[in-house]
């Protein structure tokens, strides 16, 4: 069994699961605080995982895919608005106990600073990005965010993914070894990158996303691909 960790109101994510079949299950936030979880610590073998459709033991997943990068109170609708900031950080605990625990593949296991690996800014990945050897686009404070400086406005920009190691988007540019790069960089299994192109040679790191995007069309086969082998 595939488990997708997922939003409640992601609807890709039970898109996806529909087309996977009897082979995957969504499970959210609701499901582990209303339903029959029960996560088993030091042995997390004997922990068991619950919808309100099917119970799940942790020795049958075959992996998981994580679309849940951290735990926003609104998803703990279950309990009273004053308490949701405080339950909000307990679930974030477990998942990241839980997440780090499995014996299964897990795209992508959490760090301290997310579920879904090292890193949860824009910022941070510059650094990482920096770090592995990677040219950088300039960037701009705006409005509290980072955004890519004037002189990379106008520039073309490439997306390329990669997934286990290997790429699933690819471009056919130096970008395509860059983002491999900060993959081991990271460690993360899912990675997606932009680069600008501001001339035929000159290629720079723009933006990262560690957190798997359900209706990416080069996706779903190969994460059946990783999953089965």
Known sequence: MIVILAR???????????????????LCCADIGQYRTAIAHPRVSD??????????????IEGVLNLLPAVAPGELRFYPPGEREYQAAEFHALLMYLLAALPCRVINRPTSLSLNGPVFNA??????????????????????HLVPAFESRGAELIEVACLAGRLICESGTIADAYLLALAKESGVDYLVGRFCRRAPTDLRFVAANAVPDARAPWLEQALIKVFSG
């Open 8 to 26: 409640e109101a992601d609807a890709a994510a039970r898109l996806l699961a529909v087309r996977w079949g009897d082979r995957a299950m969504v």
């Open 47 to 60: 922990s068991t995982l619950a919808t309100d459709e099917r119970s799940l033991a942790i020795t049958d």
């Open 123 to 144: 910022l941070g990945w510059y650094h990482l990005a920096s770090r592995a050897g990677i040219p950088l686009a300039p960037l701009e404070t705006h409005e509290s």
